[in-house]
Antibody, heavy 124, light 114 residues
């Protein structure tokens, strides 16, 4: 069955960097677009970034544009999020989520599977 | 970016009663060419990741109990839980996936048992 396992979270100082990974299994990873979504403590869900199934296009929320970079390795079935210039307000649980497969729309689609999340804490 | 709002913020319902959650988008999320609303509902229980309940505004995800139903079109949507069970205590989020690249979520509605 579908599994998404995030890793790479931890405690980092403001201005620091962190690289999150999302290991995918149980499905054809290279056929699905993938998202990163975060949730600050006690807050709602915030979409961060999306990458096409083949990695050719990616999109970002304004809150992370220029600081975060999404990428993927379809040979290793892994999604990444490189986070630079981290701020205290970036403290959150970070989830990867799979975009439902579509043969007609590489961008639009609901998120049909989510990982368990990894906690990032930005604090001095 | 499309802004999503939800009401109420919190909802206390007796077991077996109906719960109704409203979601409004700042612009239409009717997608072309399939003419379906690009609107999903997710359930998040405490300490767990979100779980997909409804997509295309009214299509129930496989395995989701039929007491969950979605309706609406354009900018106004509703999630209904017909006969709330104890296991339905959660926060419910609507989300639009029309406005690529912004896949915005609503602020969430917390459902508790009265």
């Amino acid at each position: 069955q579908v599994h998404l396992v995030e890793s790479g979270g931890g405690v980092v100082q403001p201005g620091g960097s962190l690289r999150l990974s999302c290991a995918a299994s149980g499905f054809s990873f290279s056929r699905h677009g993938m998202h990163w979504v975060r949730q600050a403590p006690g807050k709602g869900l915030e979409w961060l970034s999306f990458i096409w199934y083949d990695g050719t296009n990616h999109y970002y929320a304004d809150s992370v544009k220029g600081r975060f970079t999404i990428s993927r390795d379809n040979f290793k079935n892994t999604l990444f999020l490189q986070m630079n210039s981290l701020r205290p307000e970036d403290t959150a649980v970070y989830y990867c989520a799979r975009k439902v497969y579509s043969d007609s729309d590489a961008s639009r689609g609901h998120f049909d599977f989510w990982g368990q999340g990894t906690l990032v804490t930005v604090s001095s | 970016d499309i802004v999503m709002t939800q009401s109420p913020e919190s909802l206390a319902v007796s077991l077996g009663e109906r719960a109704t959650i409203n979601c409004k988008s700042s612009q239409s999320v009717l997608c072309s060419p399939n003419n379906k609303n690009c609107l999903a509902w997710y359930q998040q229980k405490s300490g767990q990741p979100p779980k997909l309940l409804i997509y295309w505004a009214s299509t129930r995800e496989s395995g989701v109990p039929d007491r969950f139903s979605g309706s609406g079109s354009g900018t106004d949507f509703t999630l209904t839980i017909s006969g709330v069970q104890a296991e339905d205590v959660a926060i419910y989020y609507c989300q639009q996936y029309y406005g690529t690249p912004g896949f915005t979520f609503g602020p969430g509605t917390k459902v508790v048992i009265k």
